[in-house]
C-alpha cells in the first residue's frame, strides 16, 4: 500500500515562510500530474498549484507570486514553498499525484493526508 507522505505544515506569523513536501512511503515506479490543494474551514477544496501538461505550473490568483511548487524527480518528492504569508492562507493542504506503483501497473491518483497550515495575524 503506498501512501503519499506531507510534512513542513505549522503555525507562521503573517509575512513568514513555509516549505511543504509531500512523498510517497515507498519506493514507486512513476508519480506524475502532481499538484496541491487546500482546504479552509467551511470551504470547499480549492486549487493550490498543478503542474500542467505542457510542463508549465498553474496557480491560483491567490497565491501567485508568493508560491512555488517543485520536484525532486529522483527522490520522487514535491514540494510548496509558500512565502509572504497571509490569515487567509490557513487551511489544511493536501498534496495530490498520479502513482504508478509497478512499471506494470496503471496510474492512480492518490492524496496526502493534509497537513495543517496556519497564520497567525
Known amino acids: 500500500q503506498v501512501q503519499l507522505v506531507e510534512s513542513g505544515g505549522g503555525l507562521v506569523q503573517t509575512g513568514g515562510s513555509l516549505r511543504l513536501s509531500c512523498a510517497p512511503s515507498r519506493n514507486i515506479f512513476t508519480f506524475s500530474a502532481m499538484g496541491w490543494y487546500r482546504q479552509a474551514p467551511g470551504k470547499e477544496r480549492e486549487l493550490v498549484a498543478r503542474f500542467t501538461r505542457d510542463g508549465s505550473t498553474e496557480y491560483a490568483d491567490s497565491v501567485k507570486g508568493r508560491f512555488a511548487m517543485s520536484t525532486d524527480n529522483p527522490k520522487k518528492t514535491m514540494y510548496l514553498q509558500m512565502n509572504s504569508l497571509k490569515p487567509e492562507d490557513t487551511a489544511v493542504y493536501y498534496c495530490?499525484?498520479?502513482?504508478?506503483?509497478?512499471?506494470?501497473?496503471?496510474?492512480?491518483?492518490?492524496w496526502g493526508q493534509g497537513t495543517q497550515v496556519t497564520v497567525s495575524s
Open positions: 495530490n499525484a498520479g502513482v504508478r506503483v509497478y512499471s506494470y501497473n496503471s496510474q492512480r491518483d492518490y
